[in-house]
């Protein structure tokens, strides 16, 4: 019994070491760009949206920051099960700065010029899984006011699983540089929207194969 439960624990820990490790990709990047916008850079097609108008990605990159890394956490079956007053503070925490991360991504995706590397393509892809993080998280908001605590987990991972969208983006960029080098507007625009699917489905493995029964 205590191997298992040791088991358990080093799973736990290895699982918010994964996701934390992911979430650093964009979190690193925008505490990149953060220093950029605070720091007088000089304006470069590259940062000119954002130096024009700072106040969205400020948005952005903070929600995702904070919803990237305390959600690992939320993955934690200790947490969830034996500090329940934990899991629910921090879930109220973690939905607005969700629902903030993929607001201010499709405000962007619709309302700043588009970067050369950039496309319709592209933009689109961000308003779709925007929304669908967006959705996600208010669904799952919904069902956990119901007490439908399977639902609130699976759309809560999913959510997350948009929401971590960015660092295996990276992933799959990666080895497409080391080939062919920087992607035209289609290519780019398909690797990405790769990313998010990726996640998806691995999202959906974990909702259909690892249930996972929340106290009350």
């Not at 992911?22 to 590259?46: F, K, N, Q, S, W």
């Not at 996600?136 to 971590?164: E, P």
């Amino acid at each position: 019994m205590t191997d298992k439960i040791a088991t358990r624990r080093g799973r736990a820990g290895w699982t918010v070491a994964a996701l934390i490790g992911l979430g650093l990709i964009p979190v690193i990047a925008g505490g990149i760009r953060m220093a950029e916008l605070t720091g007088g850079a000089a304006v470069t097609p590259d940062n000119a949206r954002f130096l024009a108008s700072p106040v969205p990605i400020v948005l952005h990159i903070v929600g995702v920051t904070v919803y990237t890394v305390l959600g690992a956490f939320q993955f934690v079956p200790r947490l969830r099960r034996r500090k329940v007053g934990w899991h629910r503070r921090a879930g109220r925490l973690l939905a607005p700065c969700g629902l903030v991360a993929a607001v201010s991504g499709m405000w962007m995706a619709v309302f700043y010029a588009l970067p050369e590397h950039d496309g319709p393509l592209l933009a689109a892809f961000r308003l779709v899984f925007g929304t669908a993080m967006a959705a996600s998280i208010v669904l799952g908001l919904a069902a956990i006011r119901r007490r439908d605590l399977t639902a609130h987990r699976a759309w809560m991972i999913r959510g997350y699983a948009i929401g971590l969208g960015a660092g295996t983006q990276a992933f799959v960029l990666a080895p497409y540089y080391g080939i062919a080098g920087p992607p035209d507007q289609l290519a780019r625009a398909l690797l990405l929207g790769a990313g998010w699917l990726i996640n998806l489905v691995v999202a959906e493995v974990i909702i259909q194969r690892w249930p996972v029964r929340f106290s009350s």
